[in-house]
């Protein structure tokens, strides 16, 4: 049902950003079903953390992936053009393609230390 239109013409608040499904999001990183990643992916869903403008941003990162970040770094500075994600996720993302068992992150969270290389910074 539509909501009608508020005194100034529009429809009040913009509606909430409309992330990829995770079955989409399986088959854009062309997940190996029971691998450890798709259980990364189906972990870290909870795109309430993320920024609104970032379903439409062209940094390459997918959803979970920046999910997972974010939930490894709750206190960084996620703004600017490149999001304050750093430029070594995009080489984790390959990494966890080719891997998709992921060996090295079943014990240890990532933790990647922010600096020099930051998108945003």
Sequence with gaps: MARPPTAGG????????????LEEQLAASKVIHGSALEKLIRDNQDFRILRPEEVHDKLGLPPWLRVYWRKQHPDGVYAGPGGG?????????????????????????????????????
């Design 10 to 21: 529009t429809h009040g608040a913009a509606p909430p950003p409309t992330w990829p499904s």
């Design 85 to 121: 994600y750093p430029l070594v996720l995009h080489k984790l993302y390959q990494w966890m393609m080719e891997h998709q068992d992921l060996p090295q992150l079943k014990d240890a969270p990532l933790n990647v230390q922010g600096g020099e290389g930051h998108h945003g910074r």
